[in-house]
């Protein structure tokens, strides 16, 4: 299942980003646009809620302008600059964006991220330089490649017996918001096996049975949201009172009146996490 833009016009030209004089005549073509990105990740918005764009202008700086990709055949570029108001954060400005520019936001996100902490080889020190339109850093000194980093997370819809959604709330939020349980992939560890560990040291839930539902890149600041839906192997919930510090079972009743009452604050609507409850309000969901 496929939640995350199904329908994005985005070629991200993999096979092709790697001859920089293609690159240019991309840059140089009429209809070419770039995209800004902010320091706190702020994207520009033009008035109907959509990415605003610049022209490309002046000569092609491999070091600096990223190639997101083609729409229509038309290059569109990022760079790490500050863009003129009106601007949102790349988090809460895609509730607005349709799927196209919903994947050049994060894609244009994730690279001016990796980039921004990227600047020296993690091998030798020395400097490493930009190449394939943004997605290799080279290092001269050793010789080695470097590709745009992505942390995989798990993020779990459990399901009890009676088919009850948990919800958990973390120490950090806003009081009434609550969401789905999740956490980073271990090194060597499985995403099965992160589910079934997330899910007991954060609310003490067994779960059995484990399936993948479908994915989100999330680049705040370079995650790839990995969901599931799974079985809890019985209701009972021990918190961990660290990062979770409440959590409970609901029926789809108790949660469409919480809701109503403005006693539950749902995650966004751009998160995987609205995408899986949804699923499990509309009794599209099972293990």
């Known amino acids: 299942m496929e939640l995350w ?28 646009r770039l995209l ?16 605003r764009f610049d022209r490309t202008s002046g000569a092609f700086d491999g070091q600096r302008h990223l190639l997101v990709g083609l729409v229509n ?8 600059a500050e863009p003129d108001e009106p601007t949102a954060s790349g988090r809460f400005g895609m509730v607005t964006l349709g799927e196209t520019d919903k ?13 921004r902490v990227a600047p ?13 339109a943004g997605h290799v ?19 779990t819809a459990i399901l009890d017996a009676n088919d009850r959604l ?37 609310v003490g839930v067994r779960v059995g049975e484990v399936r993948y539902v479908s994915s989100q890149p999330w680049p705040f600041p370079r995650s790839l949201m990995l969901g599931f839906v799974a079985r809890a192997e019985s209701s009972y919930i021990t918190v961990d009172g660290l990062e979770i510090d409440r959590a409970a079972f609901l029926t789809r009743d108790e949660y469409e009146q919480l809701l109503a009452d403005g006693r539950l604050v749902a995650p966004g609507s751009v998160s ?9 309000r509309r009794g599209e969901l099972s293990v």
Do not use: K, Q
């Open 103 to 115: 994947d050049i936001a994060v894609t244009a996100l994730a690279l001016v991220n990796w980039h």
């Open 120 to 132: 020296h080889c993690g091998v030798c020190g020395g400097d490493t330089l930009v190449g394939a």
């Open 5 to 32: 833009v199904p329908g994005s016009e985005l070629d991200r030209v993999g096979d092709d980003r790697i001859h920089p004089e293609w690159v240019e005549g991309l840059w140089d073509a009429d209809g070419a």
């Open 73 to 80: 055949g038309v290059g569109v570029f990022a760079l790490d």
């Open 36 to 51: 800004r990105v902010g320091s706190a990740g702020r994207l520009p918005l033009d008035g109907s809620g959509g990415l």
């Open 166 to 202: 948990l919800l958990a709330h973390n120490t950090a939020w806003d009081a009434n918001r609550m969401s789905l349980v999740a956490g980073f992939v271990d090194a060597g560890e499985s995403l099965e096996a992160c589910v079934r560990r997330e899910a007991f040291e954060e």
């Open 137 to 155: 850093r080279h290092c001269p000194s050793c010789r080695r490649d470097r590709f745009p980093r992505t942390d995989p997370a798990v993020i």
């Open 272 to 280: 995987i996490a609205a995408a899986l409850i949804g699923l499990w």
